[in-house]
């Protein structure tokens, strides 16, 4: 690649952002950063306690915040937190500063790889697949409008999916 250029990877819980970040940075030489590790990095506690001790809307403060440092940044992957779409700046951030692709995945995959991951607050709760189902009705439009790429996830290895979204982008 001649030029540093940001890749940054979007989509649900369980799409593999994380996994298929850190391949497609070790691929393409560049550096990988998840907003989710950043912040626990910043923060010296992980995700839930954050969200126990600030709520939702502390926790999307930090997250913005993560997101811009981030972003500013040349030659990286990005994985992003699922919800991060929902601020207005973030999408700005996204799609100003790299190239954004969606990583997409069906709610049952989504119930399947988040099914035992107790680092997921949003789904402790008696039914995750409903908030799944919610979550996916508000985020996957604000995915799909500022996605350069879409890649499906479903059925495929990490590896895989990251070779694709190299073919996809041309490099």
Same mark, same amino acid.
């Given at each position: ?98 190239? =954004? !692709? ?6 049952? *995959?989504? /119930? %399947?790889?988040?099914?035992? $991951? &107790? ?30 790429? =879409? !890649? ?6 990490? *590896?895989? /999916? %990251?070779?694709?979204?190299? $073919? &996809?982008?041309?490099?």
């Amino acid at each position: 690649m001649a030029e540093k250029r940001n890749i940054f990877l979007v989509g649900p819980m369980g799409a593999g952002k994380s996994t298929i970040g850190r391949h497609l940075a070790q691929m393409l030489h560049l550096e990988f950063h998840d907003s989710d590790q950043e912040i626990e990095n910043r923060t010296g506690a992980d995700i839930a306690w954050v969200f126990d001790v600030e709520g939702e809307e502390g926790f999307r403060v930090r997250e913005a915040t993560v997101i811009s440092d981030l972003t500013e940044r040349q030659g990286i992957v990005l994985a992003t937190g699922g919800g991060s779409v929902q601020s207005k700046d973030i999408r700005n951030y996204l799609s100003a500063r790299g190239i =954004v !692709v969606y990583l997409e995945t069906t709610i049952d *995959k989504q /119930v %399947a790889r988040t099914q035992r $991951d &107790k680092r997921r607050p949003l789904l402790q709760v008696d039914d995750p697949r409903e908030v799944l189902e919610n979550l996916a009705e508000v985020r996957n439009p604000l995915y799909e409008e500022i996605a350069d790429v =879409v !890649v499906k996830t479903d059925e495929q290895s990490a *590896k895989v /999916v %990251a070779n694709q979204i190299i $073919d &996809k982008l041309g490099f």
